[in-house]
């Protein structure tokens, strides 16, 4: 009996258990910037102004999905990385904070939202990502035009992203419509599907399967396509003549933040030059936004790329309507 | 028991009452408190109830196909996923293989359960994949992996373990007598198995085939990994509707077209074994004797699979441990540490939390699947019922979705336990305890009531006859629950993507991290890492469990 007694008390107990007050000094953040890189910036972070940095990586939706899930009582303050076009989609649920950081001046206009809700940190191209073993065997240059990838030699051999979870997926098809008009570049991918082995949930999710010869290429953001060649993957990374657009990683304070101050400073931090110059130092693979920093890395060095300039806006609007399509139309 | 029986019971013992009070209530805020919630923000529209978004999804080709090739995927593993676990629990309980033997079967069949998914899925790719190594080794030029065959496979190696622990607490607690009276009135071991062991392992059976197939209608990370785009079932395409186009409704809607298939096999399952009596444990039975031979080339077959299968999930796991170990996987294979090193370091927190979740909920969760299966199965109370359906419903929903309708419902007050640990220990501890409450619903029907009845009519309270006769004869079925929920607790991650926060985090999710950040040696090394400890766990409990099933079988048998 009484154990009874104590085991239905324990039940309860378990039950009423609620959250402990939240300290002090600190800063809570969701990174949608890989880990190793995002560890590394709060580190920086920490050391130059003493607050205390809790942070959890999650790709684009899920994080996006969490803060609107959480909007009446936000866990954490800030969101460090992230394509722009995930902020302005966070814009429409109100689930932001405007603020403009100290250093916004030396930051195009382009690279931030106009009301504020977000500031660019790094830009993003896309690039093809080819295994070199496979060129070798089958005697073919690296891929430099889109059309390139629609040759037979690819067949099964095509890795790419998934454009319902992936902003890398949805990036495709922003340069595919600049490129060549919106039912081209439909028609286009629906060719393309006749050489895709798989797409895959993540947007560096194909590189792996690339690096280690189970598929032949795929088209990534050049921050994965480095990465995996910097891990020592027999891997070319080459841009198509027709030119790529490229992605914005922003970052931004969310709505009812409960470390506002230490929000704003990191605000402040992310978008200032000794900022900029230590994701270069570091070999973290995103191009500054600011203009005042000089990139040392050559695979950076996008003077001779084509960059499509695309509208972030324009993403956001167009964004449902594309990927309805390329389920209806692509993949059925 | 009849309803005014019930009454008289309650007076006689207020703890029943209490405890009765407790579980309606946890199943009330844990369970169906969320789903509720969850139904408004699918269903009303406006401020008006409104089926639009089910319609919506009914006249869309790709989610109809979801639809059916959810059922077709979770029959075909469930089936083939009883299939391999009956086979592993006649090896354990019937053939006279040596205990080393047992012992290495049962430790080698836990590896796929007690590793997150995603993780064999990586192996099987590398193995059957696209030049994978098995497809080179043979020769075969193409296969088409991605897609049902990878899924189906990937599956079934993962949830037949589930099986083979169910099957394998009921078979032994089958009396070999039986099949004694069979054979020495001239049956042939054939016959003998078709007439007694196989009818007597019905509940068993049942059971696994309802769990598998729950699990496999729920499971995401899995088709996640390896379904693609032309095999689409429900529980991804919620997930990425949810995480990927922001919809939250139409997630929600598929997920309770998931719910139809799920109630429908719970009935089915009700119906099949309720009308039958299996008790085997009556308390009046002799002494229990020896298993005799079942025929070699039987048993050779039985065997032969079972070696061919655990050698099959060795070389799996080999790859991973492989992984872990080298620089570059396929690459540089120079041998490292640096890899357990990073586990170690960076990985420090997400251990220690989840270690401490796992270590909270598997007692409780063990407490509480005895009185929810003892109440469901033994006491005839109003709304039994409806409490055994909840207690398994978290369980049937894709766990996406009880994620973010936990997330939903617990973000304001009064039940504001977003950020905390107590909405994880809740999140697992409603959702994995499926099994624990099954296994012991189905070990108290082989229990003749009768000896509870004995223990009453000596004037016991309901209480004393609870924890003195009741408890320990389920003893090995409730631990057999807790095993599961312990490995839940450390592998699960659908529901928990959602309600890890900066506070509490989780081994898998930082292992589903290091996959999507291409950190592959690191993703190897925490898989090895989590395997670690739950294997030490897990052998501890199952330690546990055999100890237990002899003080039954010693002094039951006898008593």
């Given amino acids: ?332 | 028991m009849n309803q005014r029986s019930a009454v008289s019971a309650f007076k006689r013992d207020p703890a029943l009452l209490s405890a009765l009070a407790a579980i309606w209530l946890s199943l009330a805020v844990f369970v169906l408190y969320p789903v509720v919630r969850l139904f408004l923000v699918t269903f009303v529209v406006e401020g008006r109830l409104s089926f639009d978004n089910i319609g919506a999804l009914l006249g869309n080709w790709y989610d109809r196909q979801a639809f059916f090739n959810s059922l077709g995927l979770a029959a075909a593993v469930s089936v083939s996923g009883t299939a391999l676990g009956y086979m592993y629990a006649f090896a354990v309980t019937r053939l006279p293989v040596p205990s080393w033997l047992k012992w290495f079967l049962g430790a080698v069949t836990t590896l796929p359960l007690i590793s997150p998914p995603f993780t064999s899925s990586i192996a099987l790719t590398l193995s059957l994949g696209p030049k994978g190594i098995l497809l080179r080794l043979f020769g075969v030029q193409s296969f088409n992996f991605y897609g049902f065959w990878g899924t189906w496979m990937s599956e079934t190696l993962t949830y037949f373990p589930v099986s083979f622990m169910t099957l394998a607490a009921v078979l032994a607690a089958v009396d070999p007598n039986l099949e004694d009276a069979g054979l020495s009135l001239g049956a042939s071991p054939g016959r003998v198995f078709r007439t007694v062991t196989f009818p007597l392992s019905i509940p068993g059976i049942a059971n696994s085939l309802l769990l598998l197939f729950a699990a496999s209608l729920a499971d995401f990370a899995t088709p996640l990994v390896l379904a693609g785009h032309s095999f689409p079932v429900l529980p991804t395409q919620a997930y990425l509707l949810i995480t990927g186009l922001y919809d939250l409704r139409g997630g929600a809607s598929l997920s309770f077209l998931l719910l139809l298939p799920a109630l429908a096999v719970y009935i089915l399952q009700r119906a099949w074994i309720g009308k039958k009596s299996y008790v085997t444990v009556s308390g009046k039975a002799g002494g229990r004797s020896q298993f005799k031979s079942k025929g070699r080339l039987a048993e050779g077959a039985i065997l032969g699979g079972c070696l061919a299968l655990t050698l099959f999930i060795l070389y799996l796991y080999s790859i991973i441990l492989w992984g872990a170990m080298v620089k570059v996987w396929g690459v540089d294979n120079t041998l490292t540490s640096e890899n357990f090193r990073y586990v170690f370091t960076h990985g420090r927190n997400a251990i220690a939390d989840t270690l401490y979740i796992a270590a909270v909920v598997t007692p409780i969760g063990g407490l509480l699947a005895v009185l929810i299966g003892y109440i469901a199965q033994r006491r005839r109370f109003f709304g039994n019922r409806v409490m055994e359906f909840l207690s398994l419903l978290n369980y049937a929903l894709p766990g996406t979705v009880v994620g973010i309708a936990y997330i939903i419902a617990f973000n304001e007050k009064p039940l504001l336990l977003t950020g905390t640990m107590t909405i994880l220990v809740a999140a697992y501890m409603f959702r994995y305890n499926a099994a624990g409450i099954r296994a012991v619903i189905a070990s108290l029907h082989q229990i003749d009531s009768s000896i509870e009845e004995a223990s009453a009519s000596l004037g016991a309270s309901a209480g004393r006859t609870f924890f003195r006769v009741t408890t320990p004869l389920v003893i090995p079925a409730v631990i057999m629950g807790m095993r599961y929920l312990f490995i839940h607790c450390m592998t699960a991650i659908s529901a928990t993507i959602f309600l890890v926060s900066v506070r509490w985090n989780l081994l898998t999710t930082r292992i589903l991290e290091c996959m999507t950040e291409l950190q592959f040696a690191q993703a190897c090394a925490f898989s090895v890492v989590l395997i670690m400890i739950v294997f030490g766990a897990t052998a501890l409990m199952a330690g546990l469990t055999r100890l237990a099933a002899r003080r039954i079988s010693g002094e039951g048998g006898r008593g």
């Fill in chain 1, 1 to 332: 009996m009484s154990k009874l007694r104590v085991l239905a008390a324990s039940l309860l107990l378990v039950a009423c258990m609620s959250a402990g007050a939240w300290a002090s000094g600190e800063l809570n953040a969701y990174s949608i910037m890989p880990e190793k890189y995002a560890s590394q910036v709060f580190e920086a972070f920490t050391a130059e102004t003493g607050i205390k940095v809790n942070f959890m990586r999650f790709s684009s939706g899920e994080a996006l999905a969490r803060v609107i899930a959480e909007k009446n009582n936000p866990q954490v303050d800030v969101i460090l990385g992230g394509p722009a076009d995930t902020y302005e989609a966070g814009i429409e649920e109100d689930v932001f904070e405007p603020y403009r950081p100290a250093g916004a001046d030396a930051i195009p206009a382009k690279f931030r939202s106009k009301d504020d809700y977000w500031t660019g940190i790094g830009i993003i191209p896309l690039v093809f990502l080819t295994n070199a073993d496979f060129l070798k065997e089958k005697g073919l240059e690296p891929p430099t035009s889109w059309n390139d990838l629609l040759d037979p030699a690819y067949k099964d051999g095509l890795q790419m992203a998934d454009t319902r979870t992936s902003g890398t997926a949805t990036e495709r098809i922003y340069s595919l419509v600049k490129i060549m008009g919106e039912d081209e570049a439909f028609e286009y991918q629906k060719k393309l599907h006749q050489n895709i082995q798989m797409y895959t949930k993540s947007g560096a999710g194909g590189a792996m399967p690339i690096a280690t010869g189970q598929c032949a290429s795929g088209i990534f953001y050049i921050v994965d396509a480095l990465d995996i060649q910097q891990q020592g993957y027999p891997v070319v990374l080459s841009y198509p003549v027709e030119g790529v657009s490229y992605g914005i990683e922003g970052s931004g304070i969310l709505k009812g933040a409960k470390n506002m101050e230490n929000a704003r400073k990191y605000m402040d931090w992310v978008s200032s030059k000794s900022f900029a110059q230590f994701i270069v130092d570091r070999k973290i693979n995103y191009i500054p936004t600011r203009d005042d920093v000089e990139v040392t890395n050559p695979a950076l060095d996008l003077s001779k790329v084509k960059l499509i300039e695309v509208d972030v806006a324009w993403k956001g609007e167009k964004r449902k309507e594309y990927v309805d399509r390329w389920i209806n139309e692509v993949i059925k």
